[in-house]
């Protein structure tokens, strides 16, 4: 690739990777909102788990979003995301304002269905944001770029469960306990979705340029034999389960987390979720180096295998240590997501953006996975001596978890570590040597 096209690819870059900052703060401000919707709406592990089902469940929508895109372009596609993301947030905080002497499942519900619609712009923006990574630059360097893209949303994930301690976690009794309320959500997401829709109005007026993944290939030297469909590969429809499983094992862990505080007589989750997905940013920025160095099969399998390891060792550590030991496999998880992205990414040319959107399709796994996690952690706990408290206000029915009903739950991510491991050596394989 000349030096002339390199620089043209520079400012492009920047403002995707800036998109991902802010889909990653948004994805892990959602996620870390469980602990305190459950404390505020009197929830059980399954119903707190619903955040997650709201939230991811919109990527359903991703194979559509991807066809509109092929329509009005990346660069329509990402202000109607940042313009939808913005929306959502502005319905968030007036919606939750208007229902406030309601009943807490009334707002509950509100929270939940302007999440959805928040999720379905950054749907669209992850849509955007993948591809623009894969194909500005040589395609030899898309996981190095995809990586390093990760690695600032890494950024942001760390920085958002302190939006949350801080911004949100603010009401306290007199003994220092965080007493949380549905009042406390919509100030912060009202300045979220203002700023937003200002990037969003930026946007407008900058000029992107158009980018043609065919020719992309061709200009790099890269033959690729293009089959009449993208329903023709294998290997993007088992990256998509890989991502969806993947889900499993990146959200699994924060969503757990505030069970596994619970079951030690802690409190405080949110807070401990910033060394989780702040060992996510620091194995990403890792990752970006040391990827121009080993090849991405190998590494992959290495981070699957070691997460598991962290995971393991928690389930039989005691106290604080095995606390670690989950928050320990943040470092190895981070490079998962690009990498199986990039093998579910292989060899399809202008099949680029159709693929695009059935992989991010796999992101449901975590609004399926997560409150099968929670009902796990409801049911065995009930059946291991967890007790049904009632809280006298609202007189909703609550479920104390146990230890080996979050032990149970939290054995459910080796399914999705197994699954990972298989895609990374075979199923990334299938039918990427197989003709027209």
């Known amino acids: 690739m000349s030096q002339k096209q390199t620089q043209s690819y520079l400012f492009p870059l920047i403002i995707v990777f800036i998109?991902?900052?802010?889909?990653?703060?948004?994805?892990?401000?959602?996620?870390?909102?469980?602990?305190?919707?459950?404390?505020?709406?009197?929830?059980?592990?399954?119903?707190?788990?619903?955040?997650?089902?709201?939230?991811?469940?919109?990527?359903?929508?991703a194979i559509p979003f991807s066809l509109l895109m092929s329509k009005i372009g990346y660069k329509g596609t990402l202000i109607l995301g940042l313009a939808v993301a913005g929306i959502g947030f502005i319905i968030n905080s007036l919606g939750i304002n208007g229902v406030l002497d309601q009943d807490v499942s009334t707002?509950?519900?509100?929270?939940?269905?302007?999440?959805?619609?928040?999720?379905m712009g950054v749907v669209m923006l992850q849509n955007v944001a993948n591809p623009y990574v894969m194909v500005l630059g040589s395609p030899e360097k898309g996981a190095f770029r995809m990586t390093l893209s990760q690695a600032l949303n890494s950024v942001a994930t760390t920085v958002a469960p302190l939006f949350i301690t801080y911004m949100i976690f603010t009401n306290k009794d007199p003994e220092g306990?965080?007493?949380?309320?549905?009042?406390?959500?919509?100030?912060?997401?009202?300045g979220l979705g203002i700023f937003t829709l200002i990037i969003c109005g930026i946007l407008v007026f900058l000029k992107l340029p158009k980018i043609d993944e065919g020719k992309q290939s061709e200009e790099a030297g890269e033959k690729i034999v293009e089959k009449s469909s993208?329903?023709?590969?294998?290997?993007?429809?088992?990256?998509?389960?890989?991502?969806?499983?993947?889900?499993?094992?990146e959200i699994g862990v924060p969503s757990m987390l505030p069970y596994k505080f619970k079951v030690l007589g802690l409190d405080g989750a949110t807070t401990?979720?910033?060394?989780?997905?702040?060992?996510?940013?620091?194995?990403?920025?890792?990752?970006?180096?040391i990827l121009t160095k080993f090849e991405p099969r190998v590494l992959l399998s290495s981070c699957i295998t070691l997460g598991a390891i962290c995971i393991g060792a928690s389930l039989v550590l005691p106290g604080m240590i095995s606390v670690w030991c989950m928050l320990a496999a943040g470092l190895f998880h981070s490079v998962m997501w690009p990498l199986v992205f990039n093998l579910g990414l292989q060899k399809l040319g202008r099949h680029t953006k159709a693929a695009s959107g059935i992989i991010n399709t796999g992101v449901i796994g975590a609004a399926i996975l997560m409150p099968i996690m929670g009902a796990v952690v409801d049911n065995i706990s009930l059946s291991t001596g967890g007790t049904i408290v009632t809280d006298p206000d609202t007189l909703k029915e609550v479920v104390t978890p146990t230890s080996t009903g979050v032990t149970i739950a939290i054995s459910l991510m080796f399914v999705y570590y197994v699954y990972l491991l298989w895609f990374c050596w075979k199923g990334s394989k299938i039918g990427l040597n197989e003709k027209k």
């Open 19 to 61: 998109v991902c900052f802010l889909i990653g703060f948004i994805t892990t401000m959602n996620n870390s909102m469980i602990e305190l919707c459950s404390k505020a709406f009197k929830l059980t592990a399954q119903q707190g788990q619903y955040v997650n089902t709201a939230f991811y469940g919109a990527y359903i929508l």
């Open 272 to 289: 401990f979720l910033t060394f989780y997905w702040g060992g996510m940013m620091v194995g990403r920025f890792i990752g970006a180096g």
């Open 230 to 249: 993208v329903f023709k590969y294998p290997h993007v429809w088992l990256g998509a389960l890989g991502i969806f499983m993947y889900m499993g094992v």
């Open 177 to 190: 306990n965080v007493i949380a309320t549905g009042a406390d959500i919509p100030g912060p997401f009202l």
């Open 107 to 119: 707002i509950y519900a509100v929270f939940l269905g302007s999440m959805c619609v928040v999720a």
